[in-house]
């Protein structure tokens, strides 16, 4: 008598289980906010502000570059400054890079703003002393005003009239003096001139970027 036997096969599966679909990262998103308006603000500069939301990872940096402008403060982080190239029609365009981020996610956004409003000189100070004279608290007021803008220069015109070109050249050089060593001001940030006039006359300007100097 013959015996049924039931043989069970087991099949194992060799090798990894199948993968799981990758999943893509989550991207945070990149923004950059400018000026509303073509007008700088009272420092002569634009202000771009980048945003980022979402999960950075660590490690990452902010890489600014701006068109027909130059930075002066603000590189590797999200505020940035900017002085524009002053020419009529000019747009302003500051573009942002986050480093870091994975090969998949945008890693740039950009703004831009017409410079529309060109600067002129603003006169702060006017004033009649002697020749012979360096009136301080007149220049510490307008050194003040200078480091309150500190991308502006002083634009300085010494009027005299007929005297000797010796005491003409001793003016300057006293108060060149008086700026460099007393007050600190950089001597790249004003610039003095001598004009002819009907008495002494000393005229302060402030020049913000972009603004022409005054016809003395």
């Known amino acids: 008598m013959f015996k049924v036997i039931t043989i069970g096969i087991l099949v194992v599966a060799c090798g990894p289980a199948l993968a799981q679909e990758k999943q893509p990262p989550v991207c945070p998103t990149i923004s950059v906010s400018g000026p509303a308006s073509g007008e700088p603000n009272s420092g002569g500069f634009f202000m771009f502000e980048a945003e980022v939301k979402g999960t950075v990872p660590k490690g990452s940096t902010y890489v600014w570059t701006v068109s027909k402008g130059s930075i002066i403060e603000g590189q590797g982080t999200p505020t940035m400054k900017v002085v524009a190239d002053w020419k009529d029609g000019t747009t302003l365009t500051a573009t942002l890079e986050v480093i870091g981020l994975p090969e998949s996610c945008p890693n740039t956004a950009s703004e831009s703003t017409p410079t529309i409003c060109l600067w002129e000189s603003i006169l702060i100070d006017e004033f009649t002393s002697p020749i012979s004279k360096v009136e301080k608290e007149r220049f510490k007021s307008a050194v003040t005003e200078q480091r309150n803008n500190p991308n502006n220069q002083l634009y300085i015109i010494e009027y005299h009239n007929d005297i000797s070109q010796f005491s003409i050249r001793e003016k300057v050089r006293r108060l060149t003096e008086f700026l460099v060593k007393e007050l ?33």
């Open 184 to 216: 600190k001001l950089d001597g790249s940030f004003f610039e003095i001139v001598t004009e002819k006039g009907d008495k002494p006359l000393t005229k302060i300007y402030r020049i913000p970027p972009g603004a022409a100097n005054p016809k003395p």
